[in-house]
């Protein structure tokens, strides 16, 4: 029963553009900066994107981040056979006092 | 370079209880948040809460409340989880990740794989 929703899948070729988003309320990504992660299987996810659309040093800026009102968007440009993971986005959430995840999205490169 | 190392896999009955430590280097024990989110076989991630190792002040998520407990020994920089009266739908990875209150940043465990069977 997660609060954010994203949808389960998403695919694209090499090179192409893939967007992600992660759907929530004014409670949670309405009001707080969103963070998205990507996991590997059987591996810790691995910090994106934090403050919705900064970069931690060594992610590829082909992965960029938005936000708008209720909602949040991963973007991967360019997109690489190594980049077929899953992703995920978290934020805080203010009515509940802790941080959200969403649903979690597989990308699949073909 | 920071890391932070978890205990191993667990095999409990359901109604018991288990303990996941973990344990980080590379930075000052008492800087940063830990946070213990959990992640169920192909599902998402789900957040359990903190703790400031600090203080010693936790804070958990609603669902979590009266079944897990999150303490630090500061003496070895050990950050731990305890879940009891475990159900089967508490099979899941166990994660412990740095963090300030309202973020898990970039350094995570290796996960403990706690299985509640029969």
């Known amino acids: 029963q997660s609060v954010l929703t994203q949808p389960p899948s998403a695919s694209g070729t090499p090179g192409q553009r893939v967007t992600i988003s992660c759907s929530g309320s004014s409670s949670n990504i309405g009001a707080n900066t969103v963070t998205w992660y990507q996991q590997f299987p059987g591996t810790a996810p691995k910090l994106l994107i934090f403050s919705s659309h900064q970069r931690p040093s060594g992610v590829p800026d082909r992965f960029s981040g938005s936000k708008s009102g209720t909602s949040a968007s991963l973007a991967i440009s360019g997109l690489q056979s190594e980049d077929e993971a899953d992703y995920h986005c978290?934020?805080?959430?203010?009515?509940?006092?802790?941080?959200?995840f969403g649903t979690g999205t597989k990308v699949t490169v073909l | 370079q920071v890391q932070l190392v978890q205990s191993g896999a667990e095999v409990k009955k359901p109604g018991a209880s288990v303990t996941v430590s973990c344990k980080p280097s590379?930075?000052?024990?008492?800087?940063?948040?830990i946070h213990w989110v959990r992640q169920a076989p192909g599902q998402g991630l789900e957040w359990m809460g903190w703790?400031?190792?600090?203080?010693?002040?936790?804070d958990y998520a609603q669902k979590f409340h009266g079944r897990a407990t999150m303490t630090r020994d500061t003496s070895i920089t050990t950050a731990y989880i305890q879940v009891s009266r475990l159900r089967s739908d508490d099979t899941a990875v166990y994660y412990c990740?740095?963090?300030?209150?309202?973020?898990?940043?970039?350094?995570w465990g290796q996960g403990t794989l706690v299985t509640v069977s029969s």
């Open positions: 703790m400031n190792p600090n203080s010693g002040e936790t």
């Open positions: 978290a934020t805080w959430d203010d009515d509940l006092s802790g941080i959200v």
């Open positions: 990740a740095r963090g300030t209150k309202w973020l898990v940043q970039g350094y």
């Open positions: 590379g930075y000052t024990f008492t800087s940063y948040y």
